[in-house]
């Protein structure tokens, strides 16, 4: 059984860093896409960045993160990390690690198509 467990988050001013950890297990996980999404109150969950973890050196990012985050895996430890630069009010949320067993060929980032998440970790950027 997958299990995705999220950490890191918490508090920082405007313009701050957050590093999110996700540690993975249950599976090998070559025939997955990895992603991380993130939900604010009121509001949908919608997605932050997403990659293969293996077979394609490609990741996705939405255009409202793209160029301040990052995300990376450290294979060896199934871990996965999303970097958080240059927050802002607007990126408040909970974050949720999450992940897909598809064929190699095959790619989404649709919040739908995800089958297993964490429970999330609540990042709050404020003044």
């Known amino acids: 059984q997958v299990q995705l467990v999220e950490s890191g988050g918490g508090s920082v001013q405007p313009g701050g860093s957050l590093r999110l950890s996700c540690a993975a297990s249950g599976r090998n996980f070559n025939s997955y896409t990895m992603g991380w999404f993130r939900q604010a109150p009121g509001k949908e969950r919608e997605f932050v960045a997403a990659f293969r973890w293996s077979g394609s050196s490609n990741t996705y990012y939405a255009d409202s993160v793209k160029g301040r985050f990052t995300t990376t895996r450290d294979s060896a430890n199934n871990m996965v990390y999303l970097q958080m630069d240059s927050l802002r009010p607007d990126d408040s949320g909970v974050y949720y690690c999450?992940?897909?067993?598809?064929?190699?060929?095959?790619?989404?980032?649709?919040?739908?198509?995800?089958?297993?998440w964490g429970q999330g970790t609540q990042v709050t950027v404020s003044s």
């Open positions: 999450a992940a897909v067993h598809q064929p190699i060929a095959c790619f989404t980032v649709a919040v739908r198509d995800f089958q297993r």
